[in-house]
């Protein structure tokens, strides 16, 4: 399916997008927002930091915090160490002083759930700024099996893009109920409890795609930042093949 959200809430078909423009929101508020993005980025790839840059103009958020997960209890096998996913992650970033690696995620033991590090947030930013988690549309379709989801609403807003091939319609009845709920054309002036569609243009890139791609020996330049791409070579990650340490 070709079709993303059209940046105001609705679940539409859209057209190709050019950049993004960070002064072209018009959903501008006076409250501090903080766009916060999880995620395994395993390796991070150019979708991430597409999703990252329209999000930012979409949502007219101050800064975003990449957020790299420690030990995933739904990504068990993943490729790379939790300190080579935070490098990679810092040298994808480094061109872009408003995105921030954050790795509390990575230091905590056990498994990581979205929900203790929102409100971990919450805590140390205080009642004041919004906060808005920012995920792809599968994600979205798998929530109902993040541990305590209908908790996450009263701690942040969730921002939702598409992501290429998965449908922004047909969400299990338990996320349709949360949308019913919850969902809002634009990000209202609150600091969470919000869910809202944003646009951004379908990449078909996958962390599972690029591991399996660097373990058959391609170097796909067009789909990791340059300092990235050097990172893996360097390192040797990824040469015995997706889903191996
Ligand atoms: P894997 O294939 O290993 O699951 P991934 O790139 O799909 O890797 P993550 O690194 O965990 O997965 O993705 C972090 C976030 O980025 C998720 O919210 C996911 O929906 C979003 N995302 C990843 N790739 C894309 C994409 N091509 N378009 C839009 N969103 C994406």
Not at 105 to 119: H, N
Not at 200 to 223: C, D, K, Q, Y
Not at 238 to 244: A, D, F, T
């Amino acid at each position: 399916m070709s079709g993303i959200a059209d940046g105001t809430g609705n679940r539409t078909e859209a057209p190709s997008l050019a950049n993004p423009d960070p002064r072209s929101s018009s959903s501008r508020s006076s409250r501090r927002r903080i766009g916060l993005f999880g995620g395994t980025f395993d390796p991070i790839h150019v979708a991430h930091l597409a999703l990252a840059d329209w999000a930012r103009a979409e949502l007219a958020l101050d800064e975003v915090r990449l957020i790299p997960t420690g030990r995933s209890w739904q990504k068990e096998a993943a490729g790379a160490s939790a300190a080579d996913r935070l490098r990679m992650a810092e040298l994808a970033t480094a061109d872009r002083p408003w995105l921030l690696v954050d790795d509390r995620e990575t230091r905590r033991p056990g498994s990581t759930y979205t929900v203790d590090t929102l409100a971990e947030l919450r805590a140390e930013f205080g009642s004041e700024p919004a906060l808005v988690w920012l995920l792809g549309s599968d994600q979205l379709h798998n929530l109902p099996t993040w541990d305590r989801y209908e908790q996450l609403l009263s701690f942040a807003h969730l921002a939702v893009t598409q992501r290429e091939r998965v449908s922004l319609h047909g969400f299990p009845p338990a996320v349709e109920a949360l949308l019913a709920r919850h969902g809002a054309q634009t990000l209202p002036d609150t600091p969470s409890g919000s869910i809202v569609f944003f646009r951004m243009p379908a990449l078909p890139v996958s962390g599972t795609v690029l591991r399996r791609r660097l373990a058959a020996g391609e170097r796909p330049g067009e789909l990791v930042p340059g300092p990235v791409l050097d990172y893996i070579d360097q390192a040797g990650l990824y040469r015995r093949g997706p889903g191996q340490r």
